[in-house]
Each structure stands twice: as C-alpha cells, then as structure tokens.
C-alpha cells in the first residue's frame, strides 16, 4: 500500500497555492469590477435605482453561470479562472443546474424537481441554521 501512495503522490500534479490564490484573487476582482459596470449600466439603460439594478445584476450572474454549465463550460472557466468564479450565487446557480440537466431525462417531477437541491440542498441548510443561530448571538450579545 505503501508504494500505491508514493506512485500516486509521483503522479499527482501539484499546485500551486500561491499563483492559485493570486489568480484567484485577480479573477474575483475583475468579476466584482463588471458587477459594478452592470450596476452602473442597468441604472442607466433600464432607469433603475441602484438597489434594484444591483438585484439585476446578481439575476444576470445566475443566468451566465447557468447557461455556462448547460453548455458544458463552467468546469472549464473554473479551470482557468480558479475559485474566482465559485462565489457563492454563481456557484449555487451551477449547482442547481447540474443537477438539473444530470436527471432531466427521469422527467420534470421524478428527475429535476426531486433532485435539483441534491448539491444545493447543503448551502440552503446550513445557511439557514447559521442565519438562525447569528441572529440568536445578536440579540443575546447585542440587544436585539
């Protein structure tokens, strides 16, 4: 078993963290920067204020994200733009849609509608209790 996990360990590609995180980080602001771009374009095509062009904006995020895993290009954005693009609204809408377009073919109530929250049903859970328990926290430590 031994030399199974040094042959692998040989074989593995190995990252690297630095250039991952700097890429990362580079990719995320740049996404963070056409986010504000958008912002600044719904207010003045679509003559919205800037709250509801920015609900606009993360409408659009889950459109791209969702069409890019229908096409089957999502994985390879992520690929090359690393973890930039797993923010949490562009990832959750990626989840939803794999799943989706993987039991598409079991029907619409057997295949998608059962099985659409298998991965996100995870971030919804947990997102709940930790909103719960905050909010829990806030009021005991600061007053409500």
Request: proline share 2%.
């Amino acid at each position: 078993m031994d030399r199974y996990n040094e042959i692998v360990m040989k074989h593995t590609p190995k990252e690297d963290v630095l250039k991952n995180a700097i890429m990362t980080f580079i990719y995320g602001g740049l996404i963070g920067v056409l986010a504000e771009a958008l912002v600044r374009l719904y207010i003045v095509w679509l003559d919205l204020p800037r709250k509801e062009a920015g609900v606009v904006v993360i409408l659009t995020y889950i459109v791209v994200a969702s069409l890019l895993t229908a096409l089957g290009v999502f994985d390879t954005c992520v690929n090359k733009l690393k973890s930039a693009l797993l923010i949490p609204i562009t990832g959750f809408a990626h989840s939803m849609t794999s799943a989706a377009m993987e039991y598409r073919k079991e029907g619409l109530v057997l295949g998608i509608g059962a099985n659409i929250f298998k991965l996100a049903g995870t971030v919804i859970l947990y997102g709940i209790v930790s909103v719960y328990l905050f909010g829990i926290l806030r009021i005991i430590f600061m007053g409500g």
